[in-house]
Nanobody
Framework: QAQLVESGGGVVQTGGSLRLSCTAS????????MAWFRQAPGKEREFVAA????????LYVDSMKGRFTISRDNAKNTVHLQMNSLVPEDTAVYYC??????????????????WGQGTQVTVSS
């Protein structure tokens, strides 16, 4: 059964760090761009970061550049999101998503056809 499973969420204080992981059991993982999205309570799901199929190029929301780093290990079918200098506004459920194409064209969620169940990240002040 095709699926994406996130892990690594939790509660952290302001200024702390977390590393999220996503393990993929989907066809053609190595040919797909991967991304992280997040959704805070009462807000729409928003794009966080994406990485192309071979891990060479990445895409970030401007507000997260320098704090978040996306990476992937194609040998292990995993994607990671290293989050540093966390602030309460980063509190959200974080979702892993698989793109239909090898290159992420942008932040539109419609480009992604597989989604994980999400992992909760809570940043306390």
């Amino acid at each position: 059964q095709a699926q994406l499973v996130e892990s690594g969420g939790g509660v952290v204080q302001t200024g702390g760090s977390l590393r999220l992981s996503c393990t993929a059991s989907i066809q053609n993982f190595n040919s797909r761009a991967m991304a992280w999205f997040r959704q805070a309570p009462g807000k729409e799901r928003e794009f966080v970061a994406a990485i192309n199929s071979n891990g060479v190029s990445t895409l970030y929301v401007d507000s997260m550049k320098g704090r978040f780093t996306i990476s992937r290990d194609n040998a292990k079918n995993t994607v990671h999101l290293q989050m540093n200098s966390l602030v309460p506004e980063d509190t959200a459920v974080y979702y892993c998503a698989a793109n239909k194409r090898p290159e992420p064209r942008g932040s539109w969620h419609g480009d992604y056809d597989y989604w994980g169940q999400g992992t909760q990240v809570t940043v306390s002040s």
